[in-house]
């Protein structure tokens, strides 16, 4: 069980006499009670209505494109037959881009960040904080594989970032030494305690519930800084808004109101995404449903006190403002973050994946549907006779043992035509441009749908290159408009909201390879600029056959020849072998004895004392030191689970293995002889060159040619004797 933080010391009376920072006091002010601020926010809902009918027919067509995602036949289909078959072309393709990209968006080493400082140290504390945030907010398993979907169907990425906090009582068992038994045995007392958790909460919104003004603006910065606004469409039940009225965060009088109003509010006229995804999912809701009331929460300028403050707004109806406040953040900063797939000049929004492949979908259903029917009939048999020689046809029926009383000579068997097979060539036609269309795997639609020999292990590796490459370039928007932003939005976030240390599992020079750590409450009192790194990391597995290579070749570089410099290579083996390994095998297989720093003395006893943690020795502990606190903390507690007495023996072992270590390395360094030169016996790497497989043998499936590495890798063309 994790440990709580213990909470900082109530303010004091010299405290209180300080000024309040108008970070925090300036931004609770409610600024629609003034008159003419109240006035500017109805002109303002005016023109958001407006802009919301302006899009209304981009927010139908999204909903035709979820229909094709969701393989739902609508009355977009000309074809009206006994069949109703929808091919998944559409939704197979959407679903490997999700596959592809998240791979790519996620190394499996799990090094998805990289951080550029001022004085160039890294930060291992706050990286680790921020992969703790990742994962506890399912951004590998929910939120970006619900993101790439949105941004295929609907063609812009759209994604709202806040601080959620959750309070949980926790109860747990604490050893009680002076509470033992007559039989020696510590007595375990229960005790209870509330905690807080805060994270990053990371939420998609659908893009027909994302309003921005003007609508031509390139990013969502300046569309407020030229006077426009950005608005969410929220749908709030009546719980939703009795929260919102006891926590503050709206007006109490105009919550009331839009209560009274919920119950006689006929339902608006407003795309419902949300409704959509939850009949796909095979949730059918009732006739009259939860009533909901339609909030928007707008981000733009104000006037205050003469100057323009970005402030969060929410409009209940055209007459009522539950509030207007400046923007809660620190950083006074947006809290949407939204870009579009494919970028068209002129408009912000951009333009969904499915619209190409709109209309070929239609076609493939038509056909398939067309073919399924006409399989029917050519399943069955066509029995042509003459009813002048055979005036008893009734008894013609198709059954077991049936008898026909007809003339054999004027009676014949014919077939329907196979025309179900030209159905599904015409399918597969469809699917073959819908894959192209949507850019999906050339490995699987450029050569080895036409080869009919085996592609060659050249073909494999180029067709790897081109769809990393390509991958590469579709995933660079996502993390440049969307991830980027959010992992330094989530820094400033717990600088602004936690105030106690929370412990972390963290990787890096603050841990022991990989280890349960306290990180403090961050300061921002240094630049820090944190950059997803995942494309970067696929980039790299091309280069990195070139970069083991060239080290053969700075070994080969005399000491003379770089004057001023030195060889350092240990930053190159370190790349490596994290790049290959991984964060958790990299440090078993390469140590940095730097960076193992011990854990305190004092430290341990809490730990053993207060949590029973049986603790291992590190070999870099100053055990006599150390033998030394734990025998005070044995006096002072007694030891009731015997942990301190173990740890103890272990540390004793450890010294005198240092000891016998120490007395074996003088005695041989007393015998040894003079070391006989190297040299002679072994022959050095050819400076460049690279582990090949025996003369006709094959390397490894997927492995990149250095032929095929393009340019863009930093390779060099090499040279071929053509004499």
Not at 246 to 255: D, F, P, R, T
Not at 308 to 336: M, T
Not at 653 to 659: A, D, F, P, Y
Not at 660 to 686: C, E, K, S, T
Request: proline share 6%.
């Amino acid at each position: 069980m994790a440990k709580a933080a213990k909470k900082p010391s109530p303010r004091t009376d010299a405290d209180e006499d300080l000024e309040a920072p108008l970070t925090t006091e300036d931004r609770k002010v409610e600024l629609s009670e003034d008159d003419d601020v109240h006035t500017d926010l109805l002109e303002m809902y005016t023109e958001i209505e407006r802009g919301w009918e302006s899009q209304n027919d981009r927010a139908n067509d999204q909903l035709d494109y979820w229909d094709i995602y969701n393989c739902k036949l609508s009355a977009k289909q000309y074809y009206a037959g006994n069949s109703k078959i929808f091919v998944p072309i559409v939704h197979d393709a959407i679903e490997a881009r999700v596959t592809r990209f998240t791979n790519q968006i996620f190394p499996q080493n799990g090094r998805y960040l990289d951080v550029t400082t001022m004085d160039g140290e890294i930060p291992h504390g706050e990286m680790s904080l921020l992969t703790h945030y990742i994962n506890k907010a399912k951004l590998r398993t929910v939120v970006i594989p619900a993101l790439l979907r949105n941004g295929d169907v609907e063609g812009q990425y759209n994604v709202y970032v806040d601080w959620k906090e959750r309070k949980r009582n926790i109860a747990y068992r604490k050893p009680r030494p002076e509470l033992a038994g007559a039989d020696g045995k510590a007595v375990d007392d229960i005790q209870e305690e509330s905690v807080n958790e805060g994270r990053p909460n990371v939420e998609v919104i659908a893009d027909s519930d994302v309003l921005v003004l003007p609508q031509t603006a390139n990013t969502l910065g300046d569309a407020i800084d030229a006077g426009g606004s950005v608005t969410i469409l929220r749908r709030w039940s009546k719980a939703k808004i009795k929260q919102m009225m006891a926590s503050e965060a709206i007006l109490k009088a105009e919550g009331q109101k839009l209560l009274d109003e919920m119950a006689d509010r006929k339902p608006a006229n407003q795309t419902d995404k949300e409704k959509v995804a939850v009949d796909a999912a095979g949730i059918k809701t009732s006739p009259g449903g939860i009533k909901s009331a339609l909030v928007y929460e707008t981000w733009t300028n104000l006037t205050v006190d003469g100057e323009q403050r970005l402030c969060k707004v929410y409009f209940g109806s055209e007459k009522i403002v539950l509030s207007a406040r400046r923007n809660p953040h620190w950083s006074d900063k947006l809290p949407i973050f939204s870009c579009p797939v494919t970028k068209i000049q002129g408009a912000f929004k951009g333009k969904s994946k499915v619209y190409p492949c709109e209309q070929m979908q239609y076609f493939a259903n038509d056909a398939v549907n067309e073919a399924a029917d006409s399989s029917m009939f050519s399943m069955m048999p066509i029995v042509m006779t003459d009813p002048e020689r055979n005036p008893r046809i009734g008894t013609m029926v198709l059954n077991l043992a049936a008898v026909w009383e007809c003339d054999p000579q004027s009676t014949q068997f014919a077939k329907f035509p196979d025309l179900w097979k030209s159905g599904f060539e015409i399918v597969a036609s469809a699917k073959a441009q819908c894959m192209q269309s949507l850019s999906v795997s050339p490995a699987a639609i450029t050569q080895q749908g036409m080869q009919k020999s085996k592609p060659s292990q050249a073909d494999v590796a180029r067709e790897q290159q081109v769809d990393i490459l390509t991958t590469a370039d579709a995933v660079t928007v996502l993390e440049q408009g969307i991830l980027t932003p959010i992992v330094n939005f989530m820094i400033e976030l717990d600088h602004q909201h936690r105030e106690d240390a929370i412990l972390i599992r963290q990787f890096g020079e603050r841990g022991i390879r990989a280890k349960m750590d306290w990180v403090d409450p961050i300061q921002m009192g240094k630049k820090l600029m944190y950059t997803w790194y995942g494309v970067e990391q696929a980039r790299n597995a091309m280069q990195l056959q070139q970069q083991i290579a060239f080290a053969n070749v700075l070994f080969q570089i005399p000491p003379d020849k770089l004057p001023g410099h030195r060889l350092n290579m240990v930053p190159l083996v370190t790349h490596a072998v994290e790049n290959i390994y991984g964060p958790k095998l990299a440090p078993l297989i390469f140590e940095d004895e730097k960076a193992q720093l011990t854990i305190e003395a004092g430290l341990e006893n809490e730990w053993m004392v207060d949590w029973g943690i049986n603790l291992a020795v590190h070999p870099m502990d100053e055990d006599p030191q150390h033998l030394q606190e734990h025998a005070k903390a044995l006096q002072a507690t007694g030891d009731p689970l015997g942990v301190i007495r173990a740890h103890m023996a272990r540390h004793q072992t450890q010294l005198q293995l240092k000891q016998q270590a120490q007395l074996q390395q003088a005695v041989q360094q007393m015998l040894a002889g003079p070391q006989p030169q190297q040299g002679g016996g072994g022959r050095a790497p050819r400076a460049g060159g690279q582990a090949r497989p025996p003369r006709a043998g094959q390397g490894p499936a997927g492995m990149i040619h250095r032929d095929q590495i393009g340019p863009q890798s930093g390779a060099m063309p090499q040279l071929r004797n053509r004499g």
